[in-house]
Structure formats: C-alpha cells, structure tokens
C-alpha cells in the first residue's frame, strides 16, 4: 500500500496515514460505493480482502480504520443484486462463504481494526462494524440490523456476535425490531466506544492509531488474540486463563520487544520495538 495518493480499487479506497512514531502508519479503507449507501456484494469482498493482504504484507501499518464515503457506513447487502442471487443455489451460498471468510479474517488479523462509524450503518454493515475490534461513531450515525425489514435474515455474524457485545435483551430488541439507535444511543448500549462530531471522526481514529504505534506490535497482536479467543469462544474461565498466561510465557521470555521495553524504561528512553 503506497501513501496517500494510493492507487484505488472501485469499491473501496485506501490510504496510508503516518501516525506520531517516525515510520508507522494507520491503513484507512473507505467504502466508496455512496451511491448505493455503501452496499456490500461480492465484488467489494474480494477488494476487500485483497486489501487486507496488503495491510498483512506492510509491517509499518499498525493500526486499520474502515470508514464509509457519504450518508452511510453500508447499508449491508446489495437487494437489488440478491434477486437474481437468491435465485442461484451455488452463487449465493458462495457469497455468504466470502463473507464469513472475510469478515473472520478482519476478527483474526494481527492489527488493531476500528470502524468509524459515519452514518447509517445496517444489515451486513453492521456485521463489518461487528468484525472490526470496537467502533467510533459520528453524531451522524444511525445503527441497526435490519434484516427482518426486508423479509431477510442475518447471515454475516450478526446473530452470533450482537448478543455476545450487547447481550440477549438488547440484542433481541435491536433484531427483532428492525429499528435504529442514534449514536448516542449506541454508545450506551455499548455498540460503540466514543461519538465524536462528524469532521472530528476520522482524527479519532488516527489518535487511537497513534496510541497503538507507541506499543510493541507483537505484544498488540498476542493480546488481541487472547482476548478475541477468549471473548468469542466463550472459554471457561480457567482454560482462558491458561490461554492468556502461556502467551505471556512464551512472548517475555522470547520476544526482542518484552527485552526492549524493559530496557527502555530503565534507560529512561523511547522504547524501539520491532515486532519481534
């Protein structure tokens, strides 16, 4: 991924934003289709993840940010496109692969992802807010599933994932009503972490960002993974545990990062981590 007059997919652009330690950077992927709120079909899937490879290939990124171009986040799937796809039985379960792949491939990757939430935000485009780590919304943003409004039904993580963030009434409520909460109201439900002015959205991401480029990007990745394995297998307490206190063994004792942080702090320096 080159800076920020990268080369652009149709679907989706990309940009390389530096952050404030020397040499790294935040991925920023823009959903580009405003003309259809941002619809996800298969070919922006496929951009997608061809991005992702990118991101993965590219150690000076540290931290992805996925946002939406205009009034939407996405709007979910594209309708228009399921009429002839629902009526294919190896099209359609085809897509509905792509995006479990997809979206589980953004849960697993290594990085830090943060959806900033611009505006309406539905159906599948909830599903990519569900997959990123945690959300940032606008005052603009307008939440909801929405499925059922169209006679459809989750497909992409929301049934599995909403009841596990929000928890079962609410998730419920949110699901079976086909209505939307205002930012604020996400906040409290806990479906987002902040809500900032909509020109302030994208700066907010980048802070966060920039938090994170400060830290070691192996030790960002391992805590990551314990904590989603943690969260989203569900593990019992103890076994979570073990989980957490075998990646700790292994990354202190053998990591180049846990030894230069230490060393850092005891040279009264900015620790140089290389993510190893």
């Not at 934003?17 to 619809?39: I, K, V, W």
């Not at 989603?228 to 004792?253: F, G, H, I, K, T």
Request: charged content about 25%; aromatic content about 6%.
């Amino acid at each position: 991924m080159s800076d920020r007059d990268a080369k652009e997919r149709p679907g989706i652009r990309a940009e390389r934003l530096p952050l404030e330690t020397q040499g790294t950077f935040a991925a920023l992927l823009t959903l580009d289709r405003p003309e259809s709120l941002n619809a996800i079909d298969l070919a922006l899937l496929e951009e997608l993840d061809a991005h992702l490879d990118a991101i993965d290939a590219d150690p000076a990124i540290r931290c992805l940010l996925v946002t939406g171009a205009g009034r939407a986040f996405s709007a979910g799937g594209d309708l228009k496109g399921y009429i002839e796809l629902q009526r294919d039985a190896v099209a359609f379960p085809r897509f509905v692969k792509e995006l479990h792949r997809i979206f589980g491939r953004l849960r697993a990757m290594r990085l830090p992802a943060v959806a900033l939430v611009n505006g309406v935000t539905a159906a599948g485009g909830l599903e990519l807010l569900l997959a990123c780590d945690f959300a940032i919304a606008s005052r603009a943003a307008r939440i909801g599933d929405a499925h059922l409004n169209f006679g459809q039904m989750g497909g992409g993580g929301v049934l599995s994932l909403l009841p596990r963030l929000i928890g079962w009434q609410r998730a419920t409520q949110l699901v079976f009503s086909g209505d939307f909460l205002e930012a604020d109201e996400a906040l409290a439900w806990g479906l987002v972490s902040q809500v900032v002015e909509p020109d302030a959205l994208v700066d907010a991401g980048r802070t966060f960002a920039s938090r994170v480029a400060r830290k070691s990007p192996l030790a960002v990745a391992n805590a990551k993974s314990v904590m989603r394995d943690a969260w989203e297998q569900r593990l019992p307490l103890e076994a979570s545990l073990r989980l957490e206190r075998d990646v700790n063994s292994l990354y202190c004792l053998e990591s180049e990062d846990a030894r230069e942080g230490l060393a850092a702090f005891a040279e009264k320096r900015d620790p140089r981590f290389q993510g190893r």
